[in-house]
């Protein structure tokens, strides 16, 4: 992450801006070390995805970006089969999740 005065930080993960808490949580429960580029991007996508809230928040349009050794190590956008493997991981776990909450309502009757 780099400041506006030039001073930077490396991070293996870190969240900013609005639902960065909801993201940061759900960050440190990865195991970057251990998950490929791709996997991480389909990871990403889901975080996102979690911390958006459609009832408060504006519609968002994801962008996604990698530096590593499939770009050559430059930032660039992630190739489209990525990302849309990617979108597909996030919408199926909102998906998911919203099972698995109607479920515990339905549990509650």
């Known amino acids: 992450m780099i400041e506006p005065s030039g001073y930077y930080v490396g991070y293996r993960g870190c969240a900013v801006g609005k639902g960065k808490q909801v993201a940061k949580t759900e960050i440190e429960k990865l195991d970057l070390d251990n998950m490929t580029v791709r996997e991480a991007v389909k990871e990403a996508a889901r975080i ?4 958006h809230d459609d009832t408060k928040d504006k519609l968002f349009e994801l962008e996604l970006s990698w530096v590593c050794k499939e770009s ?4 660039v956008h992630v190739p489209q089969d990525v990302y849309d493997d990617a979108v597909q991981h996030a919408e199926r776990s909102l998906d998911d999740d919203e099972d698995d909450n109607e479920m515990d309502d339905d549990e509650d009757l």
């Open 48 to 51: 996102i995805y979690s911390a």
């Open 72 to 75: 050559n190590d430059l930032h």
